[in-house]
């Protein structure tokens, strides 16, 4: 009997993932915070989700140059977060605090989805190892 | 890998930031500078943050920061009268910078408070790396 790890990691390896790239949004927000006109941005966990578990990706292979480079990796649930404060003037909807406290709460959540991951493992190598 | 993404956005944050800090350090160096035309006398200088969107931007993770460019202020010179000043002008007026010392230091607590948060970040990032770097090991 085979071991699919598929089946044995589950779901944590796909949120894991989601939230690899939640972290990667929610830098960007604090390394725009002083941009003019940048808007903050806001992956929704949900969407992104139900997107990683079956992700679809497609492209268009390219046997000449002037062809165009044609790769569609939808990322789904990137969203535009709602401003709580009044615009300051410079167009720019990015809140320093919430986003640190948001990248800190999904490097948690991260660090628990790398959690349940290690335990997947730990069941599996003692299963192997059968002591 | 998302996560090294993550180094390239505080990087671009942190070398922004830091050309912030340097332009508000040499406004501040060149507060009290006088010269004898308001042609000639140093401007206050402020850099141009520009978000990094490629093509597909809303569809685009990763946005990082870059410098669009230096801006020199339009505000109008202070104009004081000195005639015994050695660059007083004809009409005995010396021109000073259009730096605001007040805001320029304002400026200089913001750049530096960003620049800890993207440090912050990067921090966090390389946490994340390794932890992931880890796994099954334990």
């Keep these: ?131 | 890998m998302s996560i090294f993404n993550i180094f390239d956005v505080a990087g671009s944050g942190m070398s922004a930031q830091s050309t912030r800090l340097n332009v508000t350090a040499s406004n501040m160096a060149n507060a009290s500078t006088v010269a004898s035309s308001a042609d000639t006398v140093y401007r206050a200088r402020q850099p141009i943050f520009e978000a990094a969107m490629q093509q597909a931007s809303h569809q685009q993770q990763s946005v990082p920061v870059l410098i669009a460019g230096i801006v020199e202020s339009d505000k109008p010179m202070m104009a004081e009268y000195n005639p015994n000043h050695p660059l007083a002008d004809g009409d005995g007026y010396i021109y000073k910078p259009n730096v605001n010392v007040v805001e320029e230091m304002a400026n200089m607590i913001s750049a530096t408070r960003s620049y800890q948060a993207n440090v912050q970040l990067a921090s966090a990032a390389k946490d994340m790396a390794q932890q992931t770097l880890r796994l099954g090991k334990g």
């Design chain 1, 1 to 131: 009997m085979a071991i699919s790890f598929d089946k044995a990691l589950g779901i944590h390896q796909h949120s894991m993932g989601v939230r690899a790239e939640r972290a990667e949004v929610l830098s960007s927000n604090i390394a725009n915070a002083d941009t003019p006109g940048y808007k903050a941005r806001e992956l929704d966990f949900e969407q992104a989700l139900a997107g990683a578990t079956q992700r679809q990706s497609f492209g268009l292979s390219r046997s000449h140059d002037k062809h165009f480079d044609v790769n569609i990796d939808p990322q789904p649930g990137l969203l535009y977060r709602t401003p709580m404060h009044p615009d300051t003037g410079d167009g720019n909807t990015v809140d320093l605090q919430t986003e640190r406290n948001m990248f800190m709460q999904n490097t948690l959540e991260y660090q628990m989805s790398l959690g349940f991951l290690d335990g997947k493992f730990a069941g599996m190598k003692k299963a192997i190892r059968g002591d």
